[in-house]
């Protein structure tokens, strides 16, 4: 019996560090991404052709990092949970209970309406609304 649990157990933490392995690999990448594209930007700003880039050009850039720059948040996430060992389960949902009340207590109803109708200001009639 204590060589199966064993088993298990080494059997899940492979599984976890096979998580974490990939989530890191991940990571590196998008990091390596993002380090190029800062070196490419770097070089169109202070290179010797700096002068000769349109400036409506100045974003496209940029729009890669963001693009590596989620791609690294999702690996560091996947990472994140991996290591907490979550895995690739999706996460529940808090079950909470809004508005219902236990059945035993009683329902009362009540309706207060105003003793008049009529508008304070004298524009006409009160409509109900809700």
Not at 69 to 78: D, P, R, T, V, W
């Amino acid at each position: 019996m204590i060589d199966h649990a064993l088993a298990a157990e080494n059997a899940l933490l492979k599984v976890r560090l096979a998580e974490t392995e990939a989530a890191l690999a991940d990571a590196v990448e998008a990091q390596r991404r993002l380090e190029s594209i800062i070196g490419e930007l770097r070089r169109e700003r202070f290179g010797p052709a700096s002068e000769k880039l349109d400036p409506e050009q100045f974003n496209l850039p940029l729009e890669d990092v963001e693009i590596a720059q989620g791609i690294l948040e999702a690996a560091q996430e996947k990472a994140r949970r991996a290591l907490n060992g979550s895995g690739t389960n999706a996460e529940r949902p808090a079950r909470r209970n809004r508005g219902h009340l236990p059945a035993h207590l009683p329902r009362i109803e009540r309706v207060i309406e105003p003793a008049s109708t009529l508008c304070p200001c004298g524009c006409g009639q009160m409509v109900k609304i809700g």
